[in-house]
């Protein structure tokens, strides 16, 4: 009975247009409702206790730093760097997209920032040279989605607060897996362009190779820092947005000199719009969470799973697939929301490390993103592609399975997360 009460309000609340947030607080209540017990003093208590999280903190610092480095002429400077290197070769300026969104991925964090971004600088180069347009939009979709799993990410904090994770651990867990996904994407797009006659451009000097790569260094040098800092234990995940933020600013403002003065207002006030939309989200999830444990929903999840228990990799395999479908239907916060505080003591009962669990439920909502007909990235691309949503699926399909093989190897494979994961934790 829980189970269908909690589908139908949360699904009826979403039918009815309601956003996911107070969809969330309609389930919550109608959960009340079936225990006997409405209470909104309960209501507004567990409200302020989920929004109430230092590690929440990490969110509006990261959010700000991408608005800074978006702003500070980072974007353009990475595409660049990778023009230099790689413009020249059959293909190049598709690896240019892939190098471009793995590096944006360990700035931004977000998907639909990033490819609209390298979308932007790169599609209209793409079509002049004769590249088929809807695949290269396919390929900067499908580039998108790795920046949810490499750190920054703000999905991996979401899941880390929501399901009590280490969010260290869960951003030093994404690193490989997000690579993968980058290396997955190389070999797809040298297989499908690789009988292309398209325009190439001039090899250049290691001159203009040089000025390219000190010009870029900032840029790339931001990764690096992030991901080393949480590797020695200089900051945390928190504390590394902080750092985000101030580097940031010091390179667009005073290294680049594209940040004036006068846009730092509207920036905060962007990211601080976003922050809010993120953190009253989360808020409501949380008491969704509580209400979902109070009313033993996980056990009846559990029951219902029971069959593939004593197999770890075939429970993975089965909870991959229903996000699949379920990531379809819904974008990536609703399945992150809702699906978390289900799963994760099933998780924990048939002993499958949550770190490990995390990243590939990011990953697999990450890929929900260039899924139709929900995908937040294909709607996205379309419009900078000024392309159809049927002509863009077309040419997203060998980039798209690519990163499912990918999902599907770290099911059947958990050590190529696991074994990087204590090497980069170790001390």
Partial sequence: MTVVVFTASLLGAMALGMPIAFALLVCAVALMLMQGNVDTTILSQKLIEGADSFPLLAIPFFMLAGELMNAGGISKRIVTFALAFVGHVRGGLGFVAIFASVVMAAISGSAAADAAAIGALLIPMMRKAGYDVPRSAGLIAAGGVIAPVIPPSIGLIVFGVIANVSIGKLFLAGIVPGLMMGLSLVVAWAWVARRDKVAMLPRQGWS?????????????????????????????????????????????????????????????????????????????????????????LPGQVSAMLSPFMHNKILLMFVIMAIVVVVGTALDFAPTLMILTPVLMPVIKQAGIDPVYFGVLFIMNNAIGLITPPVGIV??????????????????????????????????????????????LTSR
């Fill in 208 to 296: 203009l190779r040089l000025r390219a790569g000190v010009d870029g260094i900032w840029a790339l040098l931001m990764p690096l820092g992030i991901i080393g800092g949480m590797k020695f234990g200089i900051f945390t995940p928190t504390e590394a947005g902080v750092a985000a933020c101030v580097y940031a600013f010091v390179i667009g403002a005073f290294v680049y000199r594209e940040l004036p003065l006068r846009q730092l207002y509207p920036i905060l006030v962007q990211a601080a719009k976003s922050t809010s939309v993120v953190v009253f989200l989360i808020a409501t999830a949380l008491i969704s969470a509580w209400l979902i444990t109070m009313s033993e």
């Fill in 378 to 423: 294909l709607n996205v691309m379309c419009g900078v592609a000024n392309i159809s949503m049927n002509d863009l699926m077309k040419g997203l399909w060998p980039f798209l399975w690519a990163e499912l093989i990918v999902l599907f190897l770290l099911v059947l494979f958990p050590d190529l997360v696991m074994v990087p994961l204590a090497w």
